[in-house]
Nanobody, 123 residues
Framework: QVQLVESGGGLVQAGGSLRLSCAAS????????MGWFRQAPGKEREFVAA????????GYADSVKGRFTISRDSAKNTVYLQMNSLKPEDTDVYYC????????????????WGQGTQVTVSS
């Protein structure tokens, strides 16, 4: 089992950048694929990005491709989401999640979730 704690959210102007961090507990961090999702009030939680445990393959939602970058530091048991060129429509609560699957992009593939961190982009 793994516990996840997100940090790094906040308020930023459109065009700005933020880096989210997700610290994972447990000694088997490198065996989990890690993902970021986001959710607005009253809407479905949607996939943002994921990084595979096997060969660090990455995948992104079309809406963030070219602007967001997911990475991991296994020595620190941490996964990051670098968000550049932020837009007001990126405003959401961002969640970190862990999966045993190789290339997970669906919510049901992730049994472990953090508590979320708010990102607000002002226009």
């Amino acid at each position: 089992q793994v516990q996840l704690v997100e940090s790094g959210g906040g308020l930023v102007q459109a065009g700005g950048s933020l880096r989210l961090s997700c610290a994972a507990s447990g000694r088997t961090f490198s065996s989990y694929s890690m993902g970021w999702f986001r959710q607005a009030p009253g809407k479905e939680r949607e996939f943002v990005a994921a990084i595979s445990w096997r060969v660090d393959n990455t995948g992104y939602a079309d809406s963030v491709k070219g602007r967001f970058t997911i990475s991991r530091d296994s020595a620190k048991n941490t996964v990051y989401l670098q968000m550049n060129s932020l837009k007001p429509e990126d405003t959401d609560v961002y969640y970190c999640a862990a999966s045993h699957n190789v290339s997970p992009s669906r919510k049901y593939e992730y049994p472990y979730w953090g508590q979320g961190t708010q990102v607000t982009v002002s226009s």
